[in-house]
């Protein structure tokens, strides 16, 4: 970054960049009429690859709209309740699912599959879901899944029209004007902060919480990752991750969608193997993920499979200290960390490739560091006990506004007068930001221990483990630190780990690479695996819970 009078970066300029941004007319469209748009004036030919069986299935941008189009009226037929359940990976029946439920008026809840099935039934009944969008092989790959009584096999329904409808239909998507098309489609122009979409919070530390998503987040999302200029028009976006995940919600499902840019999709990030000979194939050039996901492609990918990359872009978790350098030895792509959450919808920064201005090369990211923060988004941190305002650059609780931030969760008012407050948002993670506007997260406030009125990082302890052990390429989270409450102490560090360790010999590399014996494990238990959600995250009940047998 070039340098920069510390000023510019005071909570007053931010909290005015953002009240600029909040002004922009776009961002009180209706998504669906973005999608509209979006899809009836795309140029690509290909805009979407899906690669969930063997057989490549190619859809132009005039066929997607036609089938979403279809199955929209479809919907609003037969589904008379506001909120649609959908259970379905990353493809074409996701995909068309999601934007028909959008074009219908109604609100998507794209529910996760791999939750624990108590979970996934408190989430249906605090949404009011009765019906749920998936397929029916997909149906039987889940049968412990609570499935509603009303469950719609989109493929059955698509296969039910006939050629003649959808030929006809696709040549009025090419000759009608945007304007007619929502005429004719009843498809709403003013979004603004009406709910647009429901997803539920993995519930690593706790019940599921439902998160509201307006028109007005949305798209704002949108807009503040189109203007960083990081996915240009040529991009090939490389879609893995569960729609259930806000990561893949907003930037592998409704961004090209809404932008026109090409997508390639498969329905699972773990495999690893398959990925890395589609990403070959289809000549990708960018893929988002999270540290977790992208750690098994050391193991299993040859590198000259990842050639077409140009970016990675890893969220969700903290990227361990070394891995970015690790992953740009082994493969040719820069490695950009970013931050989010699904409550900011959920991109809130990102580190950026540098760019020419004149002789000089300006660098956009930094070591450490989360990244910039998006345009129209104001930071401030506050001191964890006192709740006081800080400093920008003193490390505290980190709250956020912005067009992008949820307006709160759902049905829960005692949760949201906790967490929002002036429109400032709370996210429990402990941050700061530099002189130069770079944010930085030390981890959420969930995952310290106060031991002997000191507060104890588990993230940093994980990440020293895992480098004294050579662990880095390992799969999964290969150890963690949890804690357990001490009547000395306040509380003690428990090692969980999936692979044997000497304790001693640890204790004694940790001691000598400074850490206090505050921060030094002095329980371990060997456990098969540590347990992780499917957004990437370590699942921190299941984890407690273990520690606790």
């Not at 990918?301 to 990675?312: E, F, I, R």
């Not at 201005?357 to 401030?380: D, E, H, I, N, W």
């Not at 999964?476 to 009547?487: E, F, L, R, Y």
């Amino acid at each position: 970054m070039l340098p920069m009078d510390q000023e510019i970066f005071s909570p007053t300029i931010f909290e005015n960049g953002e009240h600029l941004f909040e002004q922009r007319v776009d961002l009180n469209r209706n998504l669906g009429y973005a999608v509209l748009e979006g899809l009836a004036t795309a140029k690509q030919r290909e805009l979407l690859v899906d690669r969930t069986l063997e057989k490549r299935r190619v859809f132009s941008s005039r066929k997607l709209l036609a089938a979403a189009l279809i199955f929209s009226q479809y919907l609003r037929r037969e589904v008379s309740e506001s909120r649609v359940g959908i259970v379905l990976t990353p493809g074409i029946g996701a995909t068309i699912a999601n934007i028909a439920t959008i074009f219908a008026d109604k609100v998507p809840v794209n529910l996760n599959f791999t939750a624990p099935r108590e979970a996934t039934m408190t989430s249906i009944k605090k949404a009011g879901v009765k019906t749920v969008l998936s397929a029916g092989p997909f149906q039987e790959r889940f049968p412990d899944f609570p499935w509603p009584d009303r469950t719609i096999h989109i493929d059955k329904v698509m296969k039910s029209i006939s050629k003649g409808q959808f030929l006809s239909l696709m040549m009025r998507c090419m000759w009608a004007s945007v304007e007619r098309l929502a005429e004719l489609y009843n498809i709403p122009q003013k979004g603004g902060h009406r709910e647009a979409a429901l997803l539920f919070t993995s519930g690593s530390s706790g019940e599921p919480k439902g998160v509201v998503l307006t028109h007005r987040n949305i798209l704002a999302n949108i807009a503040q990752i189109e203007s960083i200029g990081l996915i240009p028009q040529e991009t090939r976006i490389f879609g893995c991750l569960p729609l259930f995940h806000s990561f893949g919600f907003t930037v592998t499902l409704w961004y090209p969608m809404v932008q026109g840019v090409h997508l390639v999709t498969v329905p699972s990030p773990l495999e690893f193997k398959k990925n890395a000979r589609v990403i070959r194939e289809e000549d990708v050039t960018l893929f988002l993920g999270t540290p977790t996901f992208f750690r098994g492609y050391f193991k299993h990918a040859d590198p000259k499979d990842l050639d077409s990359l140009k970016y990675v872009v890893a969220g969700a978790e903290k990227t361990p200290e070394g891995f970015h350098e690790k992953w740009m030895e082994r493969f040719s792509s820069l490695y950009l960390e970013g931050y989010g959450l699904t409550e900011t919808t959920p991109v809130v920064s990102v580190n950026l490739p540098p760019f020419q201005l004149g002789s000089v090369m300006v660098p956009r990211m930094r070591k450490g560091s989360v990244g910039l923060l998006f345009p129209g988004m104001a930071a401030r941190t506050l001191h964890p006990e006192t709740k006081e305002v800080n400093p920008l650059n003193k490390t505290g609780l980190l709250q956020l506004r912005g067009p992008n931030v949820f307006p709160g969760y759902l049905d829960s008012p005692e949760l949201n007068a906790e967490v929002l407050k002036e429109g400032w948002f709370l996210t429990g993670d402990l941050g700061r930001l530099d002189d130069d506007g770079f944010l930085y997260i030390e981890g959420r406030l969930s995952r310290f221990s106060k031991i002997g009125g000191e507060m104890v990082p588990h993230g940093t302890i994980e990440q020293a483990i895992v480098a004294i052990l050579g662990l880095e390429e390992e799969e999964g989270m290969p150890c963690m630190v949890t804690a357990q409450s001490s009547t000395t102490k306040g509380e003690e560090l428990i090692l969980l780990t999936a692979c044997d360790v000497d304790m001693e010999f640890l204790q004694g590399e940790l001691k000598r690479c400074g850490f206090p014996n505050l921060w030094i494990p002095r329980k371990m238990k060997r456990v098969p695996e540590i347990p992780a959600l499917a957004s990437g995250k370590l699942d921190l009940q299941a984890c407690q819970a273990l520690a606790a047998d």
